[in-house]
T-cell receptor, first 111, second 115 residues
Framework: QQPVQSPQAVILREGEDAVINCSSS?????VHWYRQKHGEAPVFLMI?????EQKGHDKISASFNEKKQQSSLYLTASQLSYSGTYFC????????????FGQGTRLTINP | EPEVTQTPSHQVTQMGQEVILRCVPI?????FYWYRQILGQKVEFLVS????????KSEIFDDQFSVERPDGSNFTLKIRSTKLEDSAMYFC?????????????FGEGSRLTVL
């Protein structure tokens, strides 16, 4: 079952904040976040595990609400380099070897 | 820094032809994956592979598709009889951990164009 991301697209000015949401209709064990720039491969940002803490990396952080089966990615004081398409990936259980990605959220940062 | 490498970077083929896409995962990784991405769309799971056998596959991965690890380094995806709708970017990925605990390292992709 594919996770659902919102919004589908975001346009920001440099320095503004953004939140990208990811939700699933099924129980989740973990949520992964990846960023893909145009014409390139997806690149790992972070993983959140069931029962784990909120993660952060520089000005990008994420939370995982297990009960609601939702995750949110927070981009603070966005930089031009943050532009790209963000995908959340989910699996259903520990030991699963099938990471299913959402449809993506296209983020455009303008100067 | 170790990386996943894929060949060819771009292949053009006629409908009905067989195609083999090749991947060299990172050397100490044990779990391998193929994903595809139709232009402008999401990254779709095809198959995962561990210990020389398929672990999971999606409904896209029908009898036209097969995967193989012919030696200790290569991981291949074969499409037996290509269709127009197989045109996409195919990404290979690998990890040294079970999916939920680790990062997937993606290759740069192989673009397949079916005419």
């Amino acid at each position: 079952q594919q996770p659902v991301q919102s919004p589908q697209a975001v346009i920001l000015r440099e320095g503004e904040d953004a939140v990208i949401n990811c939700s699933s209709s099924k129980a989740l064990y973990s949520v992964h976040w990846y960023r893909q720039k145009h014409g390139e491969a997806p690149v790992f940002l972070m993983i959140l595990l069931k029962g784990g803490e909120q993660k952060g990396h520089d000005k990008i952080s994420a939370s995982f609400n297990e009960k609601k089966q939702q995750s949110s990615l927070y981009l603070t004081a966005s930089q031009l380099s943050y532009s790209g398409t963000y995908f959340c990936g989910t699996d259903g259980f520990q030991g699963a070897q099938k990471l299913v990605f959402g449809q993506g959220t296209r983020l455009t940062i303008n100067p | 820094e170790p990386e996943v490498t894929q060949t060819p970077s771009h292949q053009v083929t006629q409908m009905g032809q067989e195609v083999i896409l090749r991947c060299v995962p990172i050397s100490n990784h044990l779990y391998f994956y193929w994903y595809r991405q139709i232009l402008g769309q999401k990254v779709e799971f095809l198959v995962s592979f561990y210990n020389n056998e398929i672990s999971e596959k999606s409904e896209i991965f029908d009898d036209q598709f097969s995967v193989e690890r012919p030696d200790g380094s290569n991981f291949t995806l074969k499409i037996r009889s290509t269709k127009l709708e197989d045109s996409a970017m195919y990404f290979c990925a690998s990890t040294d951990a079970v999916t939920n605990t680790g990062e997937l390292f993606f290759g740069e992709g192989s673009r397949l164009t079916v005419l």
